[in-house]
Structures are given as C-alpha cells and as structure tokens.
C-alpha cells in the first residue's frame, strides 16, 4: 500500500514518487511487477488520478516503470550509471584542451573546477531569473513562446543600446543581433568576413575553444603574442604584411585567460594599424562587465566602423541562457542576421525576454558592483594563497576571475595535470590557450573555484615532491 500524508509539506507526487522507488530498488517490486492501475492507486491512497499518473511518468521517465499501451504500469529498473559506475582508477586519457573541455562540462561533483572558465551560482543571478519567470509566467500571453523577431528580444536591444551608450558607444538597434551565446555571436562575425583558406589572427594564449571553431570554417589561424597591456603591436604589424589576415579576434578586458586588460595607448595603435591595412578588429568583451567602467575599449576608442564588438551575459547572470549579442555597423549587421537566419533562424527568445527582465529591473547594476567588489576581495586572498604554494603571477589584474600562474621553476605542466585530475582537481594547462598548442609553463585559475584548502595543498604537496626540470646542457 502506498501511505500518502496529506498534511506533510512534501507534494503528494513525491511522495507516490519516493515509496515506489524504494519498493523497486530495495528489490520488493522486482522486474515485470504490474502496478495498480491509475485510478486504483488513487482510490486506496485517497488522492486524485491525475497526481497518480504524473507520479507514474515521472518514474517512467526515471527508468524505473514502462508504460504498456492498454495493460498498465510495470517495473522495468536498469541500474544507471551511477549506480554501475566502478571507482576503481582507470588510466585517463590523453590530456588536451578536448579533455579539459569534456570534464570541465561534465559537472562532476566530486571534481574542483579550478581551472575553469565560468563564476559559480552562488556568483550568478539566480534569483533574479527566478523572479522574471515568476513574472513572466503571469503573462496570459507567455512571452518567447514563438520564433520571435530574427534580430533578437526588442526590449533586450533596447536595453543593450542604452547601455552601451554609458560607455560612449554609439550603436542603434539596428546594429545590435542577439545570439545563442557569444560563442555564436563570434563564429557569424568571422564568417561574415572571411571564406574558407582564408587567414584569421587570433591571440596567443587565447580562447581555446575558438581555435577548434575557426579550423572547423577551414580558416588558418596565427597568433599574435599577447602582453601584459594588450596584444604585441610589433608582431601584429608584422602578421598584416605578411600574412594578410580578414580579421584579429582580441579580448581588451579581463583576457581569458591571463586576465589582463589593454592599456589605452596600446589600444589606439593597435586601431591605427588595423585602419592602415583596411582590417575590421572583432572585440571579444564577454568578461566586460566584471572590469571598472573606466577600463577602455575598442568600441568606445574606436568606434564600431573598424570594430565589431561581441559580448555575453553568461557571464554574470547565466551561462543556461545562452545570451549573447553583435553590435556593429550597419552593413556588416545585416550580413550577419542573414547568416544567423540560415543556420538558426532566430535565438532563444524566452531566454533573452529573462535577461531584458533582469536588465529592465534596475537590479543588474547592483549585482555587478556586488560581484565585483567579492571578486576583488577574492582575488587578493587567492594570490596570498598561490605564493604560500610557490607559484607567482603574470600579472595582478584589475578585476576578473582569472589568474595566469606558474611555478617559479619550470615543473612538467602535464604530469601536473594529469595527476591533478586523479585527485579531482580541474587544472588548466597554458599549452591548452596556444593555437600551436605550445607547450607552456602557465597555468589558468579561476579564483572564484579555488578558494578551497584542498587546492592549495594539493599544489603545495606536488611541487615539494616534483623536482624541477633540469636545464638543458
């Protein structure tokens, strides 16, 4: 008999949910066990036939029952992977940016994300998406229910306009395409501008997973050294002359994944260069929101004629959302929304109507100065941390979540890696951030991942019993 208490604070589904599933998996419902029918259940148990049937989909939906048509509900359970999963070490895999990626998207919760690219929930807005649905869903119309406008959410547009006109940027809505995460906003920005054979520069280190996406368009790639305040502007000019790029993808604050920002004086020449030789500059800003207002950018020095400016709000509200924006001149823009068109017709509208609710809410601002002061706070502990470690930084940057770090010596980057990963701990190798895939002493942390004990010994511990590389004679 299932015994539903009506007067407990659990919802009667669960309850009909829980008792069944101890029954199948304490083995007293073997496999093949017919269940009472719907409206027989919910006769004995005293409570409706629609709060029985959505009890049994849901544990049909869990594995653990088979819906036959015309003869009922039966026990069908499989062990699931985690319930079949042997702990015993198995040897790992070749350890590169594919593998990093796989585990780092995983979730393992066992497993430290330090060297990951993303703020933890307890950083993001999760309540404030809560409070758009909530909103939302009192609409008799829900908003984002259909295709929606190929351009993106209007008010979202709207919202993007006015803010990036507080930083000196002047771009209407028609400028502005909403895509599905700035992942997509910079693969239509380079396919707008380039064909297959054709060549690309791209930072070094840089976004590790833009190298696969601009090989997957069949573009060559070349990297251009990035420095503590910006790219290498005597390696960019030389790149122009002899390999005649279409574009230069550059991050100009909070660098993933030194964490740097471009210093003005840098920033207008790297302009001036890109004028002489007729190249569009594609400004990946997506960590933009998390740097001070006063921190330069391409878009603002240069405006959107010779610049094409990307961004995100995966960063600081939701990386579920998969919102991300262009903002760029006009003729560039409607090239873009016909390439956005062709491949996914329109974004996720009801994901962009969330985030405008957000923006519109007047909370959004809050939340950054919030955030940012944490990160800050964060970032000041975490170095003291590292040096207790024996591992000093690129630099100090001025905000973000990332620190460029290495030990003092030259120690076997991969090995560490590779038994980092034995001990549940995500680290992030600099040759993953390499177009060449270089082999580099650095490593990316991500402070907001870190601020755990276990990190730090880890660290400590395997530098103490790994000598370092002996010079070369």
């Avoid at 993106?152 to 771009?171: K, M, P, V």
């Avoid at 251009?224 to 002359?241: Q, T």
């Amino acid at each position: 008999m299932i015994r539903l208490d009506h007067a407990s604070a659990q919802p009667l589904v669960a309850q009909i949910v829980d008792q069944i599933r101890e029954r199948i998996l304490g083995g007293t419902w073997p496999d093949g066990t017919k269940l009472p029918s719907i409206r027989k259940l919910a006769t004995q148990s005293a409570t409706s036939p629609l709060t029985v049937s959505n009890a049994y989909n849901r544990l049909v939906a869990e594995g653990l029952l088979q819906a036959r048509r015309a003869s009922g509900y039966f026990v069908t359970h499989e062990p699931r992977v985690e319930e079949t999963r042997k702990e015993a070490v198995s040897p790992l895999p070749s350890v590169d940016s594919l593998w990093l990626l796989q585990r780092a998207y995983e979730g393992d919760a066992r497993t430290i994300q330090a060297g990951c690219g993303w703020l933890p929930e307890p950083c993001l807005m999760g309540s404030g998406i809560r409070q758009a649905l909530n909103s939302l869903g009192r609409h008799a119309d829900i908003p984002g229910m259909g295709y929606g406008n190929p351009y993106g959410h209007d008010g979202l547009r709207e919202q993007i306009a006015l803010s990036l006109a507080r930083q000196g940027i002047n771009c209407p809505r028609s400028g502005i395409i909403l895509t599905h995460g700035a992942s997509q906003a910079l693969e239509l920005s380079i396919r707008s501008l380039t064909r297959p054979g054709d060549t690309i520069l791209v930072e070094d280190p840089g976004y590790c997973n833009l190298f696969p996406a601009l090989r997957a368009l069949g573009l060559t790639l070349h990297g251009v050294p990035r420095l503590k305040d910006g790219p290498c502007l005597e390696s960019f000019e030389r790149l122009l002359r002899e390999k005649q790029p279409k574009a230069f993808v550059l991050n100009t604050r909070l660098h993933n994944p030194t964490g740097t920002s471009c210093s003005a004086p840098v920033l207008h020449k790297l302009l001036r260069i890109a004028e002489a030789h007729g190249i569009l500059l594609i400004e990946d800003d997506i960590f933009g929101d998390l740097a001070p207002d006063t921190s330069p950018t391409l878009a603002y020095l240069g405006q959107l004629d010779h610049v094409i400016r990307i961004s995100s709000f995966s960063k600081t509200i939701s990386p579920g959302l998969r919102v991300g924006y262009v903002a760029t001149g006009a003729a560039t823009a409607r090239h873009i929304l016909k390439l956005k068109m062709a491949s996914s017709l329109t974004s996720a509208h009801i994901s962009e109507a969330i985030v405008h609710h957000i923006l519109a809410d007047g909370r959004y601002r809050l939340h950054l100065a919030r955030l940012r002061e944490k990160l800050s706070l964060l970032q000041a502990r975490t170095l003291r941390r590292f040096a207790r470690s024996g591992l000093t930084p690129f630099c100090k940057p001025d905000g973000g979540m990332f620190l460029w770090m290495r030990f003092a010596q030259d120690r076997d980057v991969h090995q560490l890696t590779r038994d980092a990963a034995r001990a549940n701990l995500l680290l992030a190798p600099g040759g993953y951030f390499s177009p060449d895939s270089t082999p580099s002493p650095w490593l990316r942390f991500n402070i907001t991942h870190c601020d755990r004990p276990e990190v730090f010994d880890f660290l400590t511990q395997w530098a103490a019993q790994n000598s370092p590389r002996s010079a070369p004679a």
